[in-house]
Nanobody
Framework: QVQLVESGGGLVRAGGFLRLSCAAP????????MGWFRQAPGKEREFVAA????????HYADSVKGRFTISRDTSKNTVYLQMNSLQPEDTAVYYC?????????????????WGQGTQVTVSS
């Protein structure tokens, strides 16, 4: 079992930024592909970004490309999602996910473990 813990969510005005973090206490994340997903009220969960186990391959949803950056810090055993130029449509609960394999996954069913989520609210 892998426990993922997200942090860094909050309330921000449009145009602002936040950095989300995802850690796995007692577990090394370096061997796994990681992803971020989000779910807005009344909508299905959607893919946001993913990073390979090595960190050299990333993929983004078109809606966040150029504004969000996914990264990982092996020394801190943490995966990040830097979110810039936030817009009200980015408002959602953001989830960190781990895939038991090194390759990227773009679908939620490809991930094996999930965090509890962190709320991001962007006001206009």
């Amino acid at each position: 079992q892998v426990q993922l813990v997200e942090s860094g969510g909050g309330l921000v005005r449009a145009g602002g930024f936040l950095r989300l973090s995802c850690a796995a206490p007692g577990r090394t994340l370096s061997s796994y592909a990681m992803g971020w997903f989000r779910q807005a009220p009344g909508k299905e969960r959607e893919f946001v970004a993913a990073i390979s186990w090595s960190g050299d391959i990333t993929h983004y949803a078109d809606s966040v490309k150029g504004r969000f950056t996914i990264s990982r810090d092996t020394s801190k055993n943490t995966v990040y999602l830097q979110m810039n130029s936030l817009q009200p449509e980015d408002t959602a609960v953001y989830y960190c996910a781990l895939r038991l394999g090194g390759r990227l996954g773009l679908r939620d069913y490809e991930y094996d473990y999930w965090g509890q989520g962190t709320q991001v609210t962007v006001s206009s």
